[in-house]
T-cell receptor
């Protein structure tokens, strides 16, 4: 079945440091790929997405490129801020038996950014 | 547009009791999904509706779980005879499916269930 593997956290960085959170996936079809972010006490928010190979998703300074050859969708940001502290989830959607595009999530990576 | 809302936000119950959660999707979103998230894990798919039809159920959804979406608007998730293992965050998401893979799910804040 489909699966998503993320690097384990917590990841602790100083403000303005470069961020990479690794994500690889296994899927039988041609999934869409997503990064969701969960701030403390809040629900999941879509951060960015890519729907086909070589697409780059970007938002709020975060980027991720859909790499079919390495089945990866690594999240990057050039300069993190304290406000980026949250849990980041990589996910894929693939068509299920009922036609829906259910999401399969990784276990999440907690990011802590310190001054 | 106020986003996806869920009610209640928190629920504490005793083992063996029944609980019901409500999800109000974004207006005019035709698809609605339920997920469960346990501590330290990513959300796991439970079931989904397209309009009022429940089209897929995960094997995680035991016989004690039932979900409905009457009239294709809000949805309810009921757990009967709750067990301590049901303690989790229950998340609802909705999307506007237009027939392509360009579907994005928007999540509500979740209902956190604690079974004592």
């Amino acid at each position: 079945g489909d699966s998503v593997t993320q690097m384990e956290g917590p990841v602790t960085l100083s403000e303005e440091a470069f961020l990479t959170i690794n994500c690889t996936y296994t899927a039988t079809g041609y999934p869409s790929l997503f990064w969701y972010v969960q701030y403390p006490g809040e629900g999941l928010q879509l951060l960015l997405k890519a729907t086909k190979a070589d697409d780059k998703g970007s938002n709020k300074g975060f980027e991720a490129t859909y790499r079919k050859e390495t089945t990866s969708f690594h999240l990057e940001k050039g300069s993190v801020q304290v406000s980026d502290s949250a849990v980041y989830f990589c996910a894929l959607s693939d068509q299920g038996t009922g036609g829906g595009n259910k999401l399969t999530f990784g276990t999440g990576t907690q990011l802590k950014v310190e001054l | 547009d106020t986003g996806v809302s869920q009610d209640p936000r928190h629920k504490i119950t005793k083992r063996g009791q029944n609980v019901t959660f409500r999800c109000d999707p974004i207006s005019e979103h035709n698809r609605l999904y339920w997920y469960r998230q346990t501590l330290g894990q990513g959300p796991e798919f439970l079931t989904y509706f397209q309009n009022e039809a429940q089209l897929e159920k995960s094997r995680l959804l035991s016989d004690r779980f039932s979900a409905e979406r009457p009239k294709g608007s809000f949805s309810t998730l009921e757990i009967q005879r709750t067990e301590q293992g049901d303690s989790a965050m229950y998340l609802c998401a909705s999307s506007a499916f237009t027939g392509t893979f360009q579907e994005t799910q928007y999540f509500g804040p979740g209902t956190r269930l604690l079974v004592l």
